[in-house]
């Protein structure tokens, strides 16, 4: 009888845990969309200075949570972002505002993906 009190135990410590994860993975990623969003209506009005600066927000934020998100989430997801966001600044140094709106699109299908693959869902355990 014990065994089993201590599996229940350790069974909703560890649901807890994955309820708190999943929620600030969610609340990361709409924040990332949000700046992300914000960076492309920039792009389209040909603000160039002020998609960089939004890029370099971004980027701030991104750091100030890279320990949070390379523990609750796949390593290399976090690398892809930062990847994506380089490639997304020189497409903006350049001026570039079709290749930068397109790699502005490919960060946002990141962003919106993220939560997902780590929601609580049978398909994400098995």
């Given at each position: ?48 200075d ?44 350049g ?32």
């Amino acid at each position: 009888m014990k065994s089993f009190v201590v599996a229940i135990v350790l069974f909703a410590c560890i649901l807890a845990g994955s309820v708190v994860s999943t929620k600030h993975i969610d609340d990361v990623s709409k924040k990332m969309l949000e700046k992300n969003r914000s960076i492309a209506q920039m792009l389209e009005d040909n603000n160039f200075d002020g998609a960089k600066e939004g890029v370099g927000e971004l980027e701030d934020y991104i750091h100030q949570k890279r320990s949070a998100l390379s523990t609750t989430i796949d390593h290399t997801q976090v690398i892809a972002i930062e990847l994506q966001l380089a490639e997304l600044r020189q497409y903006i140094n350049g001026e570039k505002k079709e290749d930068a709106l397109a790699k502005n699109e490919a960060l946002n299908t990141l962003f919106e993906h993220l939560p997902q693959n780590y929601e609580l869902k049978l398909r994400n355990i098995l």
